[in-house]
């Protein structure tokens, strides 16, 4: 059975830096596409980062210069780091693996971990 566990949410302030990290269980993940959604109270899920196997990273605009997505295939986890974090970052974040071919669609999700940035 497939669990992906998210870990390092929480409270920071406007500014500071946070990192998100999704370990994954039940198979490896080395050859798929991994990625972090995130969805704010109110609004639609949207993509934050996804990385190939190969290490090409795709960042949404609005976290550009910002937010680093990477991964260690070896420990099947994979990670996000936040850092200039801004009020409206705060969201509820989750990480996927296993990209449908194709689409943005995503196999396998973490239960997600709310991250709050105050101002």
């Known amino acids: 059975q497939v669990q992906l566990v998210e870990s390092g949410g929480g409270l920071v302030q406007a500014g500071g830096s946070m990192r998100l990290s999704c370990a994954a269980s039940?198979?490896?993940?080395?050859?798929?596409?991994m990625a972090w959604f995130r969805q704010a109270t109110g609004k639609q899920r949207e993509l934050v980062a996804a990385?190939?196997?190969?290490?090409?990273?795709d960042y949404a605009d609005s976290v550009k210069g910002r937010f680093t997505i990477s991964r260690h295939n070896t420990k099947n986890t994979h990670y996000l780091q936040m850092d200039s974090l801004k009020p409206e970052d705060t969201a509820v974040y989750s990480c996927a693996v296993n990209r449908l071919p194709g689409t943005q669609r995503y196999m396998y999700w973490g239960q997600g971990t709310q991250v709050t940035v105050s101002s």
């Open positions: 039940g198979r490896t993940f080395s050859m798929y596409y």
């Open positions: 990385i190939s196997s190969g290490g090409s990273t």
